[in-house]
């Protein structure tokens, strides 16, 4: 199949956001040979879709980050927006990495970090 594993990460246990992190394992392969660019890609490619395909069978609403030139893969799921009512600020993606839109002026007055952080 591929000549590279892909390796299975969260962020820490005590970050507010639940984070699924994907790489592939380019050092070496399981018969000590090095794993090529390709191989880690296509790996990478396979394994991101078997966990992306599950999560939208699910149907649950997930974002992707893709860093590392293409090489890591951070697989962040959400709720969606209209099961969210009693806050007064976006449940976008922004707002899970730390942007926080308020709706109103009075909503972004009335809020600190603590009170949003909960």
């Known amino acids: 199949m591929y000549n590279c594993a892909v ?3 969260q962020l820490a246990e005590d970050y507010p956001v639940k984070v699924l992190i994907l790489s592939p394992d380019i050092d070496e392969t ?3 040979e090095e794993a090529s660019m390709e191989d880690a890609q296509e790996a990478l ?3 991101a879709g078997i966990v ?3 999560l939208i069978d699910q149907n649950i609403p997930h974002n992707i980050l893709i ?3 293409g090489m890591t893969l951070y697989i962040i799921p959400r709720k969606f927006d209209l099961l969210i ?4 600020f976006f ?3 922004e707002t899970l990495c730390g942007f926080v ?3 109103t002026q009075e909503a972004y007055d009335s809020h600190s970090f603590d009170t949003v952080k909960q």
């Open 7 to 9: 390796r299975f990460g």
């Open 30 to 32: 399981n018969d000590g």
């Open 45 to 47: 490619a396979h394994t």
């Open 52 to 54: 992306l395909n599950y």
């Open 67 to 69: 860093a590392d030139e």
């Open 85 to 88: 009512e009693n806050v007064n």
């Open 91 to 93: 449940t976008s993606f």
């Open 101 to 103: 839109k308020f709706k």
